[in-house]
């Protein structure tokens, strides 16, 4: 298939579309892990993780191999210890899959969950605060089965009150959703490569405050080697003084492409605001607009307050009368959007990406919205495309 005329877009919530740019810099043969190209792209990512981060200077960023899971899973290795208590706002299902990591490092875990497509109200998280009086609080900023956002910050300014140390998994909310580490309300904020940082998959990045970095002075157990902030801190030191240092080896490529991605976040300029703010108002304009179309396809939010509504993709429940054949329908239509993920919920909805580069292209939105009318059509739904495709510019354009 000849490049971007018959390849399929992918509009799943990560991984992404990404830029040519981005895609110039990742392909190709490897680079070595001490070369002087590795070590300046390493160094410049670090330095720009601190700007998307919003992170407070004596907070450290790391960039390790792996996936959004490892890196949920360093920030519990690094944090909790046996018989530690925690406590996780549960909006879905990757809060569920760190309760299971949880569990292993032998935490006494708690929760405090909602319904699928709902918010947990902070006034339950502060009951459970009281009751539990747990050491470390776990919030999913942006949960991927539901579309279900939580005010990451609010939640972290209640966990200091009393106080647990607060770690967020942005892996489908940094870079889009506003959070800032400056503000202190957050110790961990954890995220990877291939979704709203528009980068390929491969990447586990987090930035940890000072005091998530005491945490893991003063546990009486060494972590997992490979998870060890420990190990990894003097190599993310080095890489920012620019100097060369092993622990392990870099994903090389990845690591080039990274600050090309980042740079393309952080000039991006949008009404009066420039850089990562620009980033996260142009994610909520977007999600705005396309909330336009869904209406004119009469597509129902699994997340039904707007408020709590995440920016980086749509959750949209199928009508009585289709299922998860919409979503092969739409594939046959040139765009790729996911099926339903939530357990509970699984065969009753769908979801769209919308995060990272992608959306700074116009065309990927008009195709994308075109393809779900027309899958909708095709199932047997009377939609109008050229209507949903029309609602969508006229949001853009406000
Ligand atoms: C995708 C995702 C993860 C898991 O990331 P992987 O890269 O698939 O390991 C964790 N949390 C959230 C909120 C996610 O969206």
């Not at 992918?10 to 190209?37: F, K, R, T, W």
């Not at 992170?55 to 290795?77: H, K, Y």
Request: with cysteine; hydrophobic share 45%.
């Amino acid at each position: 298939m000849s490049e971007g005329v018959s390849r399929p877009l992918l509009m799943v919530p990560g991984p992404v579309e990404i830029s040519p740019e981005v895609s110039a810099a990742h392909s190709g043969s490897p680079i070595g892990h001490l070369s002087d190209d590795l070590v300046a792209a390493h160094g410049r990512a670090l330095e720009q993780m601190r700007q998307i981060w919003q992170a407070p200077a004596d907070a450290q960023p790391f960039i390790v191999a792996g996936s959004g899971t490892l890196a949920m899973e360093m920030a519990a290795a690094n944090l909790v210890e046996p018989g530690a208590k925690a406590l996780v706002v549960n909006t879905g299902y990757f809060s569920e899959r760190m309760m299971e990591i949880l569990r292993r490092y032998g935490a006494r875990v708690s929760s405090v969950d909602a319904e699928p497509g709902y918010a947990v109200p902070l006034s339950a998280i502060e009951i459970a605060l009281h009751r539990n009086k747990p050491d470390s609080v776990f919030v999913t900023h942006v949960d991927t089965s539901t579309g279900v956002r939580m005010p990451a910050q609010a939640v972290g300014e209640l966990a200091h009150r009393y106080g647990a140390l607060t770690v967020v998994d942005g892996v489908c909310a940094t870079g889009a959703e506003p959070l800032s580490m400056d503000s202190g309300s957050v110790d961990v904020y954890v995220s990877s490569s291939q979704k709203a940082l528009g980068l390929p998959p491969g990447l586990a990045l987090l930035v940890v405050n000072d005091k998530a970095l005491d945490a893991r002075d003063k546990l009486s157990s060494l972590p997992p080697y490979y998870l060890d902030y420990l190990a990894w801190r003097p190599v993310m030191q080095a890489y920012e003084a620019r100097e060369k240092m092993y622990f392990a080896t870099p994903a090389t490529n990845l690591v080039r492409a990274t600050p090309i991605a980042f740079n393309e976040m952080l000039c991006d300029v949008f009404g009066e605001t420039q850089g990562i703010e620009a980033r996260w108002r142009r994610h909520a304009h977007v999600a705005k607009a396309l909330n336009q179309a869904w209406r004119a396809l009469r597509l129902q939010h699994v997340c039904e307050r707007s408020e709590d509504r995440g920016v980086t993709l749509s959750a949209l429940r199928y009508s009585s009368k289709i299922g998860p054949e919409l979503v092969s329908a739409i594939c046959r239509q040139g765009v790729i959007v996911a099926g339903g993920l939530h357990p509970k919920i699984k065969n009753t909805y769908f979801r769209v990406g919308h995060m990272g580069w992608s959306i700074t292209q116009v065309d990927f939105l008009v195709r994308t919205v075109r393809a779900i009318a027309n899958g909708l059509r095709e199932c047997g739904e009377a939609v109008s495309p050229d209507e949903a495709v029309a609602e969508l510019e006229a949001g853009l354009k406000n």
